[in-house]
């Protein structure tokens, strides 16, 4: 017979590996795990970094040590809630630590939430909605939506085969731009806000902020890790996107139109629909659906707001301000993780953007403007987190999670 300590340490380090793989934090996964833990009569240390995790189990001088290898993991808010309901399950004593094991191993081998072809869908839409955020005028939007849709189902081709994976963001980018300034030949577009509104679900905006949480929560590794990946995606992007705008202007002759932007009202029914296709995309559940459309556009106006009465980067801390208020609220009152709001609204703030511009420039000689966009890109996650960490201090979320 297993002691009942070995099934809870077999519980913990399941349970460690499943936060992981859902998009947690090095800061919160490190806190639930202590939390989780002390419910189970252990001791446990936690160290995670975006590849590995090490748990350590009992007083030090008969400590336990497992390292796991995992990876960086994917954002589904459906399973994340339900790996969340069963931690609670077995904290409650409701099922034994064996049980939680086996029912873990279920969560993770069940079938999304949402098909693939919706998510699909959503791709495109998200990239629709985006151009209208960026100035784009109807054909702009038109244009984007269809090259995200396609670099949508280029996505699910590339994840058969973890080679195609690895190469997925440098050859997603070079499409992206040469369709975008293929299409200029045809319509009257403008190629550059087209390609990174199409290339929004590929920027790394939520690494790049998880990885300033991380650092400003003092998981200097974790952090450190994921900048260098973040930089690492974003290089990878421009690099694809000088090769497919080379290939175009080789091929097509390529036109530059002025955007004429879409009314002001058009940004609040782009914001609804973003929302919505963002919290299909990250699987979040039905009834999370009117909580994460608040949270969007709270933190839409809360950035709005903040910029005309500050300026543009504190407008984004005012913006994570409600966000995060309206994430903590969800949890306390719902009894859910805080993430399933808080993933969905913060890709709507995040500064990816920023960064691929900064890069490009960087890329064109334009050492000046390159450097001056990526030093506010820096500026701007900071402003968020700090707007993130500001609201978690005035409205606490009750749960490490």
């Known amino acids: 017979m297993v002691p009942a300590g070995i099934d809870a340490i077999d519980f913990l380090l399941a349970l460690g590996r499943a936060l992981h793989r859902y998009g947690t934090p090095a800061h919160r996964l490190e806190d639930a795990m202590v939390v989780m833990g002390r419910r ?8 995670s970094t975006p590849t590995a995790l090490i748990m350590s189990f ?5 400590l336990r040590t497992r390292m796991m290898r995992v990876d960086s993991g994917e954002l589904d808010m459906d399973k994340l809630e339900q790996v969340d309901d069963l931690a609670d399950d077995v904290a409650a004593q409701k099922l034994t630590p064996a049980e939680g094991v086996r029912r ?19 791709h495109g839409v998200t990239s629709g909605g985006m151009a209208v955020f960026f100035g784009g005028g109807a054909v702009d939007v038109a244009v984007a939506a269809a090259i995200g849709l396609t670099l949508g189902l280029l996505a699910q081709v590339a994840k058969r085969s973890t080679d195609q994976a690895r190469v997925f963001e440098l050859v997603g980018a070079a499409f992206v731009a040469f369709a975008a300034a293929a299409m200029s030949s045809v319509v009257s577009i403008t190629p550059s806000l087209v390609t990174v509104a199409a ?3 590929l920027l790394p905006g939520m690494s790049l902020t998880v990885a300033m949480t991380d650092l400003a929560t003092r998981h200097l590794i974790a952090g450190t890790a994921r900048l260098m990946s973040a930089v690492i995606v974003l290089l990878e992007l421009v690099v694809g996107v000088a090769l497919g705008e080379r290939l175009a202007v080789a091929l097509v002759d390529v036109e530059q139109a002025i955007p004429i932007p879409l009314p002001a009202w058009s ?17 979040a559940q039905l009834r999370a659906f009117v909580w994460i459309v608040a949270a969007c556009a709270g933190g839409y106006a809360g950035n709005r707001l903040g910029a005309t009465w500050l300026d543009a980067q504190m407008g984004v801390l005012v913006g994570a301000f409600a966000v995060g208020v309206l994430a903590n609220v969800f ?7 805080a993430q399933v709001v808080l993933v969905p609204a913060v890709l709507l703030l995040v500064p990816g953007s920023m960064g691929f511009r900064g890069m490009t420039s960087l890329l064109g000689h334009d050492t000046l403007t390159g450097v001056e966009t990526v030093f506010a890109m820096f500026v701007v996650a900071f402003a968020l987190v700090a707007g993130l960490l500001i ?5 606490s979320p009750r749960r490490s999670l």
Request: net charge negative.
């Open 40 to 47: 189970l009569d252990l001791e446990v240390e936690v160290f």
């Open 58 to 62: 009992g007083a030090p001088a008969e």
């Open 104 to 122: 873990l191993e279920q969560i993770l081998a069940s079938p999304r939430l949402f098909g693939r072809a919706l998510s699909t869908v959503m």
């Open 199 to 201: 290339l929004i679900v």
């Open 267 to 283: 940004q609040w029914i782009a914001l609804v629909a973003t929302a919505i296709a963002i919290a299909i995309v990250v699987q």
């Open 331 to 337: 949890a306390r009152l719902m009894e859910r993780p």
């Open 391 to 395: 609201a978690n201090a005035v409205v």
